[in-house]
Structures are given as C-alpha cells and as structure tokens.
C-alpha cells in the first residue's frame, strides 16, 4: 500500500477526493493536512474533520497556512459561489466535532512523516500548495525523502478557471506553485486540461448515493451546490477535479503524460499561469534552465476515471 498525505482545502471535490483515497486498497491514508483556498483554513479544517468523523477516517488532520506563503501577496476572496459559504455547499455540518487537529502545523506535520518513512511517502495535494513549499523552506532535504508529488493544479494547454490563464489552486499562491514544480523531487501535475473532461453526471452521482450507503448520501448532498454552480459549463454534474489527481496514484495508465520543466508566472496579466518547457526542444538560455523534469497530464480516458471512481466509493 502506498502512503498518502493528502493537502487538502475541503471543498466540495475534495471531499470526493477523500473519500476515494480512503476506500481504495491501494492506499494508506497517515495524514491529511488543510490550507486556505476553497474557504479559509479555520473552515477547510474544521471540514476535514468533520469528513474524517464521519466517514470512519482515522487519519490525523494537521492545520496549514492560512494565507500565501509570500506574505506580501494580496489574497483574493473565497469562492462561495463554487462550494458555499461553509466550503461543503451549505448543508448543515454540527458545530460540536469532537476530534481535533494534530498539534503540529501541517508543514511540520509533513516534514516529520516523510523522514519517518523515508522514501515511502506520496504527497497528493489538491488545494494552493503553500503547505508544501513551507515544508520544502524549512527541510529542503525532504525532496529527497518524499516518494512522489501528484498536485491538481494548472492549466496547460487550455485556458483557467480563476482567469483567462490560471487555474483557481495555482492562481491562490504562484509564489508556493513555482517553489514546488523547481524542487528536486518528483512532480505529476493533473490541470484543467485533463480534470474538465471529467465530469460525473448528476444522475450518476445519485445512482452511486443510492447503492453506497450513508457516505456515499453525504456525498451526493453536499455535492448539490457545486453541481448547480457547474450546471450551465460543463452540464448537469460535478468536475471531480481533485478525485483526477487521487485516479492518478493508483492508475497512471488511464493518463497520458508529457516531460519537461515548469515554471509558474508570478506577475503580470498571466500570473498563475503555468508553463511546460517540454524536455527536447531547445531554446535560448532561459528561467526553465537548470531546473528538474516534471510531468504533466495532456490527455485522459474520462470514462474509465469515472468507472474506477464509481468502483472505488
Ligand atoms: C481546484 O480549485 C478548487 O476550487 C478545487 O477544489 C480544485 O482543487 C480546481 O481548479
Ligand atoms: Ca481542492
């Protein structure tokens, strides 16, 4: 079984993403670490454990950064819009959650449990990578020791969701996003390109409610506000944007994939926007040069993500 710390701001589908990396075989859930994005961090934590209680989840939940990680960054407002002004599409969530956070902020929280396994732990993070870049600041020899990064994040090929060039997780922190595509350790990227083709219809989430039990109710109804949001883009359903990201761990073959560096714009009419130098082409000196390949996801078969989701909750 793979190790997994999943960084997460809950959000809507984040929640499925959570739910899936919890019920799938090949998973080992040690530890879920929170961040502002979706909603603030107070928010995203208290919805993480909420979640967590809920469905059975003994995974300790470590609380992140509250804001970007460079601190003159002027940081835009919540998209209440997308997952409600509770961050799980206003259902009504108790205000007594008797598990609390982890003592350690979650960059420590990251730190510690990569040195611990060392080797062995995959980091899937789905929200503004600030928690990320904070740990790799303070342990830059983590790069080293972690497994693998697999981040939803960017918009490759195609335009973004929080502007014309940027992807909401990239666009909520660049600084944070540059810091984590340059380190020295291995980077997949799910973005926009792949996670907008894949959208599970309404009536496929409810059918997947109704034969799932409990969980799979909780689900379906805090799913509700994000489907309305998303209704009049993609049609009448849900982009599992974060849940593409947790498909990629245990089934890479179901993406196709390109190499090369990235680099994130940090300013300017494009900041957030993410660019792939691809590994081959050649060009004069640049700020690509002198940093790891990553990879990137270009193409998807949407319908067997969906298959192995619906398999999996
Ligand atoms: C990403 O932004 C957030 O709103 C979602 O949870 C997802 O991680 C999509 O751009
Ligand atoms: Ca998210």
């Given at each position: 079984?793979?190790?997994?710390?999943?960084?997460?701001?809950?959000?809507?589908?984040?929640?499925?993403?959570l739910?899936?990396l919890?019920?799938h075989?090949?998973?080992?859930l040690?530890?879920i670490?929170?961040v502002?994005?979706?909603?603030?961090?107070?928010?995203?934590?208290r919805?993480?454990?909420?979640?967590?209680?809920?469905?059975?989840?003994?995974?300790?939940?470590?609380?992140?950064a509250?804001?970007?990680?460079d601190?003159r960054?002027?940081?835009?407002?919540?998209?209440?819009?997308?997952?409600?002004?509770?961050?799980?599409g206003?259902?009504?969530?108790?205000?007594d959650?008797?598990?609390?956070?982890d003592?350690r902020?979650?960059?420590r929280?990251?730190?510690?449990?990569?040195?611990?396994?060392?080797?062995?732990?995959?980091?899937?993070?789905?929200?503004?990578?600030?928690?990320?870049?904070l740990a790799?600041?303070?342990?830059?020899?983590?790069?080293?020791?972690?497994?693998?990064?697999?981040?939803?994040?960017?918009a490759?090929?195609?335009?973004?969701?929080?502007?014309?060039?940027?992807?909401?997780?990239?666009?909520?922190?660049?600084e944070a996003?540059?810091?984590?595509f340059?380190?020295?350790?291995?980077v997949?990227?799910?973005g926009?390109d792949?996670?907008?083709?894949?959208?599970?219809?309404?009536?496929?989430?409810?059918?997947?409610?109704?034969?799932g039990?409990?969980?799979?109710?909780?689900?379906?109804?805090?799913?509700?506000?994000?489907?309305?949001?998303?209704?009049?883009?993609?049609?009448?359903?849900?982009?599992?944007?974060?849940t593409?990201?947790?498909?990629?761990?245990?089934a890479?073959?179901?993406?196709?994939?390109?190499?090369?560096t990235v680099?994130?714009?940090?300013?300017?009419?494009?900041?957030?926007?993410?660019?792939?130098?691809?590994?081959?082409?050649r060009?004069?000196p640049?700020?690509?040069?002198?940093?790891?390949?990553q990879?990137?996801?270009?193409?998807?078969?949407?319908?067997?993500?969906?298959?192995?989701?619906r398999?999996?909750l």
């Open positions: 079984m793979e190790k997994v710390i999943f960084d997460t701001d809950p959000g809507v589908d984040d929640a499925m993403a739910l899936f919890h019920r075989p090949g998973i080992d040690v530890g670490t929170t502002f994005g979706n909603a603030d961090v107070g928010t995203t934590t919805n993480a454990l909420f979640l967590a209680e809920r469905w059975g989840i003994d995974a300790p939940v470590a609380r992140g509250a804001s970007t990680f601190p960054r002027h940081q835009g407002a919540f998209p209440v819009f997308i997952h409600g002004e509770n961050g799980l206003n259902i009504d969530i108790p205000a959650i008797a598990a609390v956070p003592p902020p979650a960059h929280f990251i730190i510690d449990t990569v040195k611990a396994s060392p080797g062995e732990v995959t980091l899937i993070a789905v929200a503004p990578l600030t928690n990320l870049a790799i600041r303070e342990a830059p020899e983590i790069a080293g020791l972690v497994k693998r990064v697999i981040l939803m994040g960017g490759f090929a195609m335009h973004g969701n929080a502007s014309p060039a940027a992807e909401a997780n990239i666009h909520n922190d660049p996003a540059d810091l984590v340059t380190a020295a350790w291995p997949t990227a799910i926009l792949v996670t907008t083709r894949t959208v599970m219809t309404r009536g496929e989430l409810a059918s997947i409610a109704a034969e039990g409990e969980a799979l109710h909780l689900l379906d109804d805090l799913s509700q506000f994000y489907m309305d949001f998303y209704r009049h883009r993609v049609g009448d359903g849900m982009v599992v944007h974060d593409c990201a947790c498909v990629f761990a245990v890479p073959e179901l993406f196709e994939t390109r190499t090369g680099r994130v714009l940090t300013e300017g009419i494009a900041e957030g926007k993410t660019v792939l130098k691809p590994d081959g082409l060009f004069g640049s700020a690509w040069d002198g940093h790891p390949s990879t990137i996801c270009t193409h998807v078969d949407a319908d067997a993500v969906l298959a192995l989701i398999k999996t």
